[in-house]
């Protein structure tokens, strides 16, 4: 890849479409990519790729299958773009980021994480968090148009929590349904634009998430990290995770910890970020950096490219 063109990120989704037969068409097309899904298969010791191609959908969208099947399809988008010579990867990356699960494929693309290691301990870490969600029951909702700190002053009145900051405009709440629903009544009757209830298995980055986080502590601490030779943002505080030790202590956290995107998108846009190519199911994130940098002047805006499929890898 050249090292001309506009300043790069890549960005990788944590959630999207979950559909049954996500990826195969990267599949059949790549050689590259379906040894991903291969890679995937035997980390695992089972076959992964046979959930994602013919589900049933009830058990595609389980919490421990649903991560590392994004976490795969993401990066057998990621590399079958990155052999083909798309011409949005022209550029190396200045920094990556993903949003939730999407940093451990963000950790992969910089070269931190092997895909096998990735895959073993995203399938580990939906596991122990759809059991914390199954032990500490928790919802989440969406709550759109209100600031940040009218948000917070909700859940500091309900007992939700915040769990994403999104966007600007855009944030998600989490804790036990009853909560949430309080919060989601309280949102409306103080000005929110709209709540929308998230059909999940969990508060997932909230304190119900705390026996997940324990329990992925020390599975963390022997996993075999590097230092990412690409720079990423991390989830908890928006900030480069420059060290080995910094990816351990920001997967840990980040299971219980709000995931601060519209902080990452700002902080990528700090650092003259020109281009931002998702790479995986979905549009979501392309979507979030659209809306958060909406008061640019048009000619200001950046160049929003999405990669997850045989046609969007042709460019």
Not at 124 to 133: F, K, N, S
Not at 231 to 251: C, F, H, K
Request: charged letters at 20%.
């Amino acid at each position: 890849m050249s090292d001309g063109g506009p300043a790069t990120a890549w960005l990788f989704p944590g959630q999207g479409a979950q559909e049954v037969g996500m990826g195969r068409d990267l599949y059949d097309a790549f050689p590259e990519s379906r040894e991903i899904f291969e890679e995937a298969d035997e980390a695992l010791g089972r076959s992964l790729s046979s959930v994602i191609f013919e589900g049933p959908d009830e058990v595609l969208r389980e919490t421990v299958n649903t991560q590392p099947a994004i976490l795969v399809a993401s990066l057998a988008a990621w590399r079958a773009a990155t052999v083909a010579g798309h011409a949005a990867l022209e550029t190396a990356p200045i920094c990556a980021a993903g949003h939730s699960m999407g940093e451990y494929s963000a950790l992969v693309a910089a070269g931190s994480l092997t895909v096998s290691e990735a895959v073993r301990l995203v399938s580990r870490r939906g596991e122990l968090m759809q059991a914390a969600g199954e032990q500490y029951p928790g919802t989440l909702a969406a709550v759109l148009g209100m600031d940040e700190a009218d948000v917070e002053a909700v859940c500091a009145e309900t007992g939700a929590e915040v769990c994403n900051l999104n966007a600007t405009g855009q944030v998600v709440v989490g804790g036990t349904v009853p909560a949430v629903e309080q919060a989601a009544k309280l949102a409306e009757e103080h000005g929110a634009r709209r709540v929308v209830m998230l059909n999940v298995g969990g508060a997932f980055h909230s304190s119900l998430m705390t026996p997940a986080a324990e329990a992925m502590a020390p599975i963390i601490a022997r996993a075999t990290v590097s230092e990412p030779a690409t720079p990423v943002v991390g989830n908890v505080e928006a900030e480069m995770l420059a060290t080995a030790d910094d990816v351990r202590s920001d997967l840990t956290a980040q299971i219980r910890r709000p995931v601060r995107w519209r902080d990452t998108v700002l902080r990528m846009h700090e650092m003259g970020v020109a281009r931002y190519v998702e790479m995986g199911p979905g549009k979501v994130l392309t979507g979030l950096v659209r809306t958060t940098l909406r008061p640019l002047k048009p000619a200001q805006m950046p160049e929003l490219v999405n990669i997850s499929d045989r046609e969007s890898v042709a460019g």
